[in-house]
């Protein structure tokens, strides 16, 4: 059974994340994969997963540390928060008609964007999001970024991965 994670631990897993990135636009390979061992040992001894919490028919979102991340407002979320997400960034959830809107992590789960699409997935390891929507029964997707703003119009057939954030 995996070890509880505690805030320090999330913390170094972000600053891991982001010297990795660092190392290997520099193409620092070795000093990459140093840290990346580091990171794949955590990743091994905690449970890294925030949960879903649901009162009265809503469901929120605590950090695995228990800290709310998103009040119980939502009908649910496409995907939990885990290490491949990095902290703060906002996550999608979906109303009651089953439309998805990209909220804050903030504890107050503020819509960044209208409820208007029909999936809201996180590019892990990014700071985007594909966005999907139903146009004349055929999936478009786009890509928002972590602000809400839709960088790429949801009118694209197909978005492939992104790499250190290009």
């Known amino acids: 059974m995996k070890k509880q994670v505690t805030p320090e631990i999330i913390c170094r897993l972000n600053q891991l994340m982001n010297t990795v990135c660092q190392h290997l636009a520099k193409e620092e390979y070795e000093k990459a994969n140093l840290l990346q061992e580091e990171f794949y040992q955590i990743e091994e001894t905690y449970d890294l997963f925030d949960k879903e919490f649901e009162v009265n028919g809503l469901k929120g979102l605590k950090e695995v540390t228990g800290k709310t991340l998103v009040p119980p407002i939502y009908k649910g979320f496409s ?3 885990s290490y491949t997400i990095k902290r703060g960034e906002p996550i999608a959830a979906t109303n009651d008609k089953g439309k998805f809107a990209l909220v804050t992590t903030d504890g107050y789960g503020q819509p960044l964007t209208s409820f208007d ?5 996180c590019k892990h390891h990014t700071s985007f999001y594909s966005c999907y929507k139903m146009k004349n ?5 786009g890509l928002l970024n972590k602000k809400g703003k839709e960088i790429i119009p949801c009118e694209m057939d197909t978005i492939w991965d992104i790499h250190n954030n290009i």
């Open 117 to 121: 699409y029909d999936m809201i997935e």
């Open 79 to 81: 995907e939990v928060y």
């Open 137 to 141: 029964k055929k999936l478009q997707c």
